[in-house]
């Protein structure tokens, strides 16, 4: 047994884990049992020397999870043949589960996609690779510098990620990243397995023959899922190159500032929890990728908002195809597991339920007014499928069990035969628990019974104290502690037939399963077609239900570059707030006037809250939704970079003044006119000089150079005066009030440059005592009074337009400052 463990495992990596079942439990041996026993909490135990552990086979779900969150690859050993006694038992790898590549949908999050990447560098291009084999989702793209592609990375949060082996240095430190074969990754090596795989005889029909860095990750990723996982992949879309120019970008710093998919205070405070009223796990998942990936596309985010109009038009219609939709299943994933031999009997009874629900989905959506193109274009993707409802419907059982071996899959009247062995063996059940009644009046022992196990078949067990009665026809067979156990002819005669037509039985229902699995793989293109219109519907229908639930206005989208909203909210915080109202605040981001924004303000008073509200609003406008405003016009952009508060990096060994410079670089040197930029206290992380300057400097860039439109909240006040010298700048800030010394906020966005700070106020409301209060009023009254001249008090800032830009005059020394204390 142990050469037949080790001829297994060596035909596996060193770092996979190998599950080999021992009758009921799968056991690890030496490396594997060590680094797998503190993972899953289990004894680490040793047999002649050898380490040890393991885990019931029942229960080895759970276990093989663990494994899999902690990165872990396991492969399956299990037992092919019957234990027989002197004969080893055959066995197989019959799977290899990895965490980009699970198969089993009890141990994936169903709102979520589970990717398998590969990334690797084919001259200056950095190419990408993403597979959801539980979907078939198949992507490729490619980038011009390594950053992209860490953007991309942490939008698409690969559960595992291959990089070539050659090719370390530069992909090395990405996160979940397995070193793989490096032949694989070449373009003429992955090409050609491309091609086998989806039977071309070129990629130019995939859009992706120039894309050779791109082509090799996707050549990689199916070498390693068909070579070393062992996994079918017929279920695979051919691959979808997603291009840069047709999605608005995000840096992974503004996904993470603006909380789209992901937040610290849980999904609910993201602006997918708000969005997602989906009713299908497809449609929660690819409402997600459309967060993570904004359109540019006018035409096509027209025709989304047409449908979402239409059926805010028609509510009756809305709610029809709403509850259509919740009878419908993850056919995505179900359809793939079928495909890959892995399904079961439940698999194949919620397709069935999912796809007798489409007909009434298609006549709803049908019966809409045709004012978008994308409705005729959906409908066409519906299919319907009444032969495979009916026969899946008349095969199956109402609750089939979970395993096959269960019996009890296929419904009595489909088969004759299976009816037949059935009734035999049911007949037989019957004949045997009349014998027992029969046997007890014959001998008098009322304590009679005729049992079964795995070992002796059916027996007659007879408790100690009536031995005396046991008839002479009766054959010992098992003596136990309290009971004797017989078996006699005519019982081991009806045992044969009884077991012979119940394994029989088991049999033909494997059988006949198999078959209706292949019926339904024949619909697989057509199915997964289905799959991917029932999710767009379904993504619609939930923002549709978002815009009438929460007033949602449909914006105005062009190519031009003003961003214009009246009463804008900010899409999360209107629905999490609970004990305070949220206030509206419009928004002109005018190109000629108005293209930088100056936003001053105390602490507390909503800055951060309001420019993160139009980055929303923009990702909400360019993924066709309706956004959170009575109207609002925007020109679409290209780039969404949100720079708003910092912390240091210490895996990289940077402070929080080099990440928010890092940042800001990344702002200055990606930026186009397109862009859409959000700004929050630029400079703050270092001396005050130092920092304003900065500030100043990156403000006058983005106006003078790049052009984009800026929201550039800050508490540098010198910063207002560019509004004296630039034409685009325009001054606003957050309204407060004092009132018997105290400020209340009123979060109203306002035309102006902010008097003070207030942060000494802002100070006392979180707590800080009473004598350190004020003593800092006292120091600032004595810096504010020697630090600007009367006269300059008087006649306020002042800013000369000429060739070189103005910049703040310094303040005197701050040692200074302090020379009279």
């Known amino acids: 047994m142990m050469a037949q463990y080790q001829s297994m495992r060596k035909s596996l990596p060193a770092d996979m884990i190998l599950f080999y079942r021992l009758g009921d439990f799968y056991e690890m041996f030496f490396e594997d049992a060590k680094a797998a026993s503190p993972i899953m909490n289990v004894a680490l135990t040793k047999r002649g020397g050898t380490p040890m552990c393991g885990v019931p086979y ?51 999050d169903d709102q979520r996609p589970n990717y398998l990447a590969a990334v690797c560098r084919h001259g200056k291009s950095a190419g990408l690779a993403c597979v ?19 953007d991309e990375l942490a939008r698409i949060s690969p559960s595992e990620l291959l990089i070539p082996d050659h090719q370390t240095a530069e992909f090395g430190k990405l996160v979940n990243c397995l070193v793989y074969e490096g032949y694989t990754f070449l373009p003429e090596h992955a090409s050609q397995l491309l091609k086998e795989q989806f039977n071309v005889h070129s990629l130019d029909g995939f859009g992706c ?30 691959p979808r190159v997603r291009e840069s120019a047709d999605h608005v970008l995000i840096d992974a710093s503004s996904q993470r500032n603006l909380d789209l998919v992901d937040s610290r205070s849980g999904k609910a405070h993201t602006l997918l929890g708000v969005l997602d009223r989906t009713a299908t796990p497809m449609g929660a998942r690819l409402l997600r990728d459309w967060i993570l990936h904004p359109l540019r596309d006018l035409t096509a985010l027209t025709a989304r908002q047409d449908l979402i109009a239409s059926f805010l038009a028609e509510p009756y219609l809305l709610s029809k195809c709403r509850e259509a939709l919740k009878g419908i299943r993850d056919i995505e994933r179900t359809t793939s597991r079928l495909s890959q031999g892995s399904g079961n009997a439940r698999d194949l009874q919620s397709l069935g339920v999912s796809i007798s629900h489409i007909p009434a ?68 059940k019957d004949w045997i628990a009349r014998l027992q009644e029969d046997e007890r009046k014959r001998t ?107 007033r949602h206005c449909r914006p105005v989208l062009n190519q031009e570059k003003g961003f214009f909203v009246t009463n ?76 708003v508060g910092a912390s240091d990096d210490l895996s990289r060994g940077q402070s929080t003044f080099m990440v928010e410079m890092s940042e800001t ?41 790049i052009g984009c439109r800026t929201l550039f909240a800050t508490h540098y006040h010198e910063l207002t005066d560019l509004s004296n010298t630039k034409a685009a700048v325009a001054n606003y800030n957050v309204a407060v009030r004092e009132w018997n010394e105290e400020i209340i906020f009123l979060h109203k966005i306002l035309p102006g440059a902010a ?24 120091i600032l009254s004595h810096l504010e009074l020697h630090s600007v001249k009367p006269e300059a008090k008087k006649q306020g800032p002042k800013a000369k337009n000429t060739d070189q830009p103005s910049l703040p005059k310094p303040n005197p020394p701050q040692m200074d400052l302090f020379a009279d204390f």
Request: include cysteine; glycine fraction near 6%; charge should be negative.
């Open 209 to 238: 023959a120039a894309l050779h860095a791109a082509s090799g990750a996707g050549g990689a990723i199916l070498h390693y899922l068909i070579h070393q996982l062992r996994r079918p992949c017929g279920h695979l879309h051919p």
């Open 361 to 428: 989905l298609k006549e709803d959506l049908s019966s809409l007014p045709a004012a978008s193109s994308l409705q005729p274009h959906l409908c066409s993707r519906l299919h319907t499928f009444h032969e495979l409802t009916e026969m899946l419907a008349q095969a199956l059982t109402d609750e089939p069990p979970a395993h096959l071996r269960d019996g009890g899959v296929i419904r009595d009247g489909w088969s004759p035969e299976l009816d037949e062995l059935r009734n035999a063996s049911r007949g037989g």
């Open 58 to 108: 029942h229960a080895a779900q759970g276990y093989i999870a663990r494994l899999l969150k902690a990165g872990k690859r396991v492969a399956i050993a299990e037992q092919t043949s019957e234990a027989v006694a002197g004969k080893l038992v055959s066995r197989e790898i019959a799977r290899i589960l990895t965490p980009g590549s699970i198969d089993d949908i009890a141990l994936l």
């Open 755 to 778: 008097d003070k700070s207030y942060g000494i106020q802002v100070a006392r409301l979180a707590g800080l005592p009473k004598p350190v209060v004020e003593r800092a009023k006292s």
């Open 568 to 643: 804008g909210r900010h899409p999360v915080l209107e629905q999490t707030l609970t004990d305070v109202k949220f206030v509206p605040n419009d928004t002109e981001l005018d190109p000629e006037t108005a293209r930088l924004q100056i936003l001053t303000g105390p602490n507390m008073a909503g800055k951060s809250t309001y420019i993160r509200q139009i980055a929303l609003i923009a990702v909400m406008a360019q993924i066709g939704a309706f956004v959170p405003a009575e109207a609002a016009t925007i020109g679409l952009v290209d780039r969404i970079f949100c720079r």
């Open 132 to 150: 959801d084999h539980t979907t078939g989702e198949f992507t490729i793209a490619e980038f011009a510098d390594i950053g992209q592609l860490e």
């Open 665 to 705: 670089a990344l702002i200055l040197n990606h930026a186009t006119d397109k862009s859409l930029v959000i700004l929050d206290e630029i400079g703050r992380g270092t001396a005050t000089f130092d920092g304003l300057s900065i500030a100043w400097a990156v403000a006058e860039h983005l106006h003078d150079q």
């Open 444 to 550: 008098g022992i009322d304590s009679l019974k005729i049992k079964f196990n795995n070992v002796f078949g059916y027996f007659i067990e007879i408790t100690t104290t009536h031995l005396a009665k046991v008839p002479d026809d009766y054959t010992r067979k098992q003596t136990m502690s309290n009971a004797e156990r017989y078996i006699t002819p005519a019982l081991k005669e009806m045992e044969n037939k009884v077991l012979g037509a119940e394994e029989r039985s088991k049999q033909l229902e494997a059988e006949l399963f198999a078959q209706l699995r292949t019926q339904v793989i024949t619909h697989l293109p057509t199915l997964q077609e289905t799959a991917a219109a029932v999710a767009e519907i379904d993504v619609l229908c939930a923002l549709a239900e978002v815009a009438q639930y929460h």
